[in-house]
């Protein structure tokens, strides 16, 4: 488990409250994120949860399973997320995939 410095909460505080206010990421701010597939919310203490899934390109981890910090904000539809550390490029979810297999007879 990593341990976020107060520089990194900070960070990604400040970031929620400017896509709280309506201003989404841009093609920058995603441009180097690391992509999550296969992922699926999990709760955290409180009312926060995190992500689960498979990444890849991610800074400090190995490509393979791995679970986010709390997520700040998150829109599947636009494909992105923001964590407290970092935003992500959201792949198909577990239930997309799930979804399209059941209904292609697989």
Known sequence: MTVLNRKT???GLRVA???RAGELPTEA??????TLTLWT??????EFYR????V?????????SCFTSAVLAIDPCLKWART??????????IF?????ENSSGA
């Open 17 to 19: 409250a400017v896509i």
């Open 96 to 100: 997309e995939v799930t979804k399209r």
């Open 29 to 34: 701010d995603l441009a180097n994120a690391p």
């Open 9 to 11: 909460v900070l960070d």
């Open 56 to 64: 890849a390109g991610h800074p400090r981890l190995p490509d393979g």
């Open 84 to 93: 407290v550390s970092r935003f992500y490029k959201l792949g198909p979810s």
């Open 51 to 54: 992500l689960a899934g498979i």
């Open 41 to 46: 919310y999990e709760p955290l203490s409180g």
